[in-house]
């Protein structure tokens, strides 16, 4: 038998868990389902993790940058800011709606404050969409097709807003969100071009 590093071990539960949660959501997996996958003791997994909500948050964190790189690498920056935006929206709503872990987001609050919280923490100069927003925008500018009058960050602070009306999308009607995202992004775009 070959014994498992520390590092080893905590990377066979995390692969464990994220392979249980994209099937099974976070609900329907156990810590002891984790520690069966991985091949460890479940007094092992309290040594690296002090819950199964700490591990999904990890997990989480992953999941999202990863998606995001997926995302970004598909949305064809050539075409005008509306069509770039509409298509980074789209990909956005299909790539979280198809995966377990990326929808507990919307659908347990407690994990959705944890995530905001760790996630508040990271620097978001260093995000992958941060940047891939940041980047699209001086590009606009600089060939004319978009305003010049508001700084950057007060272009990204209205692209967040979008994600802010993502949290409330129970409160405005679910079945209306997708539509309604889609016109408030292209009223975002027509507001920020000349």
């Known amino acids: 038998m070959i014994l498992l590093s520390l590092q080893d071990k905590r990377q066979e539960l995390f692969e464990a868990a994220r392979k249980l949660f994209l099937e099974n959501g976070f609900k329907k997996t156990s810590v002891s389902e984790i520690t069966g996958m991985a091949q460890v003791a479940v ?46 929206l789209s990909a956005v709503i299909q ?38 927003l940041i980047d699209q925008i001086k590009l606009w500018r600089e060939s004319g097709q978009f305003r010049e009058d508001l700084s950057e960050e007060t272009m990204i602070a209205l692209f967040n807003s979008l994600i802010v009306i993502d949290l409330h999308k129970d409160e405005i009607g679910s079945e209306h969100f997708p539509d309604l995202l889609e016109l408030l992004a292209g009223f975002l775009v027509d507001g920020l071009s000349k």
């Open 95 to 132: 790539t979280s709606s198809q995966n377990n872990i990326l929808t507990e987001w919307y659908r347990n609050s407690e994990l959705n404050q944890m995530i905001t919280r760790k996630y508040a923490h990271n620097n978001k100069h260093n995000d992958f969409i941060y940047n891939f």
């Open 43 to 88: 007094g092992t997994f309290y040594k690296y993790y002090d819950s199964k909500e700490q591990i999904f948050c990890e997990v989480y964190l992953a999941e999202n940058e990863r998606s995001k790189r997926i995302i970004v690498d598909q949305v064809d920056t050539r075409q005008p800011p509306k069509a770039v935006v509409k298509e980074f």
